[in-house]
């Protein structure tokens, strides 16, 4: 029958079932590859533009088996594996408590109530002493044989406008040659108040509370030659605080000692400088004043 010819007969040689018509490409096995016999031989009736489709064939579907089996692989174990726990950015180091502190036990059983806030940052010790014991404070600091701090490393103020009560707050870091340590004491201060000076402990801190005077305009009681450092006598204001205007005004010391001359006036202030009979006004200041009233810009600003 016409159907039984249709069937494969088992009695063909293999050399007879490889010669296929020529283009025709063998379906792929299981893997996805085409078998050989897919490429037609060279020189047959195919020709080489489809021995050149079977070998793209072939090619795609090696490419093709090698990304399934891979996907399979990474797929397999990702399903049941935890999740990688992500790290934490590390916070950096806190201030501490140091109300256990030697040190601070013994400030607070030699001065009762003078004591307070103390803490500890980075191995440093911090306390807040009382306004009226601060010099007995420092000299018990400088004497003690466990202390021994007997440097006055640095004198300074910090200023805070929001706190009605103290908004200044003189602070002073003390260091121990002996014992390579240090410890800082830190003074609340109301405005107007004063404060006495530590000169008799530290003799350095002479030009260290003239700058805290000039600045911030904090007084310091008994201290030996209390006047301004670095701006001239008759400055009005402190410009540490940060309540001080950063731009350039017109004030009444600028009024005074900077007063808009004639081309006559210059040349005579020259002369008077020459015979040093003028050190009040400079021609660099007069400059700097001409400059900011005509509305000019020194450097560009911080927008």
């Not at 009762?112 to 010099?135: C, D, H, K, N």
Request: aromatic share 6%; glycine share 6%; hydrophobic share 40%.
């Amino acid at each position: 029958m016409a159907e039984d010819s249709d069937k494969p007969d088992p009695g063909k040689r293999a050399d007879e079932t490889a010669q296929e018509p020529a283009g025709v490409v063998v379906p792929a096995d299981s893997t996805g590859t085409p078998p050989p016999s897919a490429i037609p031989a060279g020189g047959e009736l195919a020709g080489a533009d489809a021995e050149k489709a079977a070998m793209v064939e072939q090619a795609k579907s090696r490419v093709a088996a090698v990304k399934e089996s891979l996907a399979e692989k990474a797929a397999a174990p990702a399903a049941g594996a935890p999740k990688i726990p992500v790290k934490k950015k590390e916070e950096g180091p806190k201030p501490v408590d140091a109300s256990e502190n030697k040190l601070v036990k013994k400030l607070k059983v030699r001065f009762a109530g003078a004591i307070s806030e103390p803490f500890e940052f980075l191995g440093q010790v911090a306390v807040r002493i009382a306004p009226e014991s601060i010099v007995e404070v420092c000299m018990f600091l400088r004497d003690d044989q466990d202390a021994r701090f007997n440097y006055l490393s640095d004198l300074t103020c910090v200023h805070y406008p929001l706190r009605a009560e103290a908004p200044l707050e003189v602070v002073y870091n003390l260091f121990s040659i002996p014992r390579n340590e240090r410890v800082r004491l830190k003074v609340a201060m109301a405005e107007g108040a004063s404060i006495d000076s530590v000169t008799g402990v530290w003799p350095s801190a002479n030009w260290m509370e003239r700058e805290v005077y000039d600045l911030f305009g904090v007084p310091f009681n008994n201290h030996p030659d209390l006047r301004r450092i670095l701006l001239p006598p008759d400055w009005e204001g402190h410009p540490l605080r940060k309540d001080y205007p950063l731009e350039f005004i017109e004030n009444a010391w600028t009024q005074r000692h900077l007063p808009v001359m004639t081309e006559v006036q210059r040349e005579q202030l020259e002369q008077r400088r020459g015979y040093g009979l003028e050190i009040l006004s400079v021609p660099q200041e007069r400059m700097m004043r001409e400059i900011f009233q005509a509305g000019k810009e020194v450097m560009p600003k911080d927008k």
